[in-house]
C-alpha cells in the first residue's frame, strides 16, 4: 500500500503526454481549420476539457507527494487580499466576490491558490450557486454561503468532488485547517 502514492504520481505524469497531445491539435485546428458552428464550438470544448483534466492530474499528483511525506511547503511573501483576486479572476468573471483587504504574509501561495479555486469552484457547482463571497479575514479565508447539504462535499466527507476533497487533504495534510463554521467554510493555510 506504500507504494499506491507513487503509483498515483507515475499515472499523472504518464497521463500529461496524451492529454498535451489532445490538447495541441484542438489548438492546432482551432488556428488553421478555419471551422463553422459547431465545429468550433466543439474544439473549444476539447481545449476547455483538456485543461480541466489537466488540472485535475496536477491536483492529484499534489494530492500523492502530501499523503506520502514527499511535499514541502514553498512559502513566499504575498497579500492574501491578492491571492484572493487572483483566484477570483481565474474562477470566472463574477463568479466569486473578494470581500476583506488581505494582509502581507508568508504562505505558499500556488497549493493556496490551487485549494481556494477548487473549493469556490464546487461550491458554485454543487451549491447550484451563481456567485460564492471569498472574504480575506488576515491569513485566513471564509467561502460562503455554505449549507448543511453543501458542507459534507466541500469538506470532502461525501466523496461527490474530487477538487474539494483533493484541497481539502492537501491543506490538512500541510499542516493547514478546513472547518465549516456559521454557514462559511473556514481555510486556515498551512504555514
Known sequence: MTEFPGIVTLACHDLRTPLATVRGF????????????????YLELIDAASIELTELLDLLGLLARVESGRQELTPVDLD??????????????????????????????????????????????????????????????????????????????????LGAAGATRILRGLGGSVEVEGGALVVAPPV
Do not use: M, N, W, Y
Open 80 to 161: 492574501t487580499g491578492d491571492l484572493a483576486r487572483a483566484v477570483a479572476s481565474e474562477v470566472g468573471a463574477g463568479q466569486v466576490a473578494v470581500e476583506g483587504a488581505g494582509e502581507p504574509a508568508q504562505l505558499d501561495g500556488p497549493i493556496l491558490h490551487r485549494a481556494l479555486a477548487g473549493l469556490a469552484r464546487c461550491a458554485l457547482r454543487h451549491g447550484a450557486l451563481e456567485q460564492v463571497q471569498l472574504q480575506v479575514v488576515g491569513t485566513r479565508f471564509e467561502l460562503r454561503p455554505v449549507d448543511e447539504r453543501l458542507a459534507p462535499i466541500l469538506l470532502g466527507d461525501d466523496l461527490k468532488d
Open 26 to 41: 484542438a489548438k492546432t485546428l482551432q488556428r488553421t481549420a478555419g471551422l463553422d458552428e459547431p465545429e468550433s464550438r
